[in-house]
């Protein structure tokens, strides 16, 4: 009878702590998801329009040359920052779907001249099929040309991720993220952002690699 209570002890020992360590596990996932969260939506809000050697502005779909709302959101702030004189070139990236006529490097490429931005002072990176691939083609031609530091344009909540991709290519980089846009449209939107990139740069400081970034459909 003894050994029977001894091994139901144990059992009963066993399966609590398996129980713990499941509870523990899954709140410091918790933990770490939300201090994540925060940093992204605290980044989100951060702009940093100090002066760099270049503005690199994150590729978002394009339609026969025509940038999405999303898209043209980023090309009209990579604008102002130059006009402002925070970079004297403008950098493009992205490359295209299959049927496509244009990447959508060249859709902003377009898109900057028609807003006056000289030719001479945008550069093109025509690949480029997520952010980190992106970021790391951009990394090759800073190493190129000499650019040492870098602005980066793209959407609030995908700020942290993004700049974070580009430093690790060995650029010293900063944010200072579009206001306007589907992006930040209203509270769902941002929000929706928010949790998408705090999945990606979990992911991406998991794994270093890049994972999804959204579709853009408008």
């Known amino acids: 009878m003894t050994v029977w209570k001894n091994l139901g002890s144990a059992v009963g020992a066993g399966i609590r702590g398996l129980l713990y360590m499941i509870v523990g596990t899954i709140v410091v996932a918790l933990v770490i998801t939300l201090v994540t969260a925060g940093h992204v939506w605290a980044y989100a809000r951060q702009d940093d329009r100090g002066e760099a050697d270049t503005i690199l502005v994150l590729g978002a779909a394009q339609y026969n040359g025509t940038p999405s709302n999303w898209f043209a959101a980023r090309l009209d702030h990579a604008a102002d920052l130059y006009n402002d004189g925070v970079a004297p070139r403008i ?14 490097a060249e859709a902003g490429e377009r898109y900057l001249e028609d807003k006056g931005v000289p030719a001479s002072d945008i550069s093109t990176i025509v690949h480029g099929s997520d952010t980190l691939e992106s970021a790391e083609l951009f990394g090759d031609e800073a190493d190129k040309e000499g650019w040492g530091s870098v602005v980066v344009v793209t959407d609030p ?3 942290l991720r993004a700049t974070d991709m580009v430093r690790d290519q060995g650029v010293s980089a900063h944010a200072s993220p579009t206001r306007t846009g589907p992006a930040v449209s209203g509270r769902e939107a941002q929000l929706d952002s928010i949790l998408h990139e705090t999945g990606g740069l979990l992911y991406y400081r998991v794994t270093r690699n890049g994972g999804g970034d959204y579709t853009v459909k408008e």
């Open 157 to 159: 909540a995908h700020s």
């Open 91 to 104: 950098v493009t990236v992205g490359g295209k779907l299959d049927g496509d006529a244009y990447t959508e």
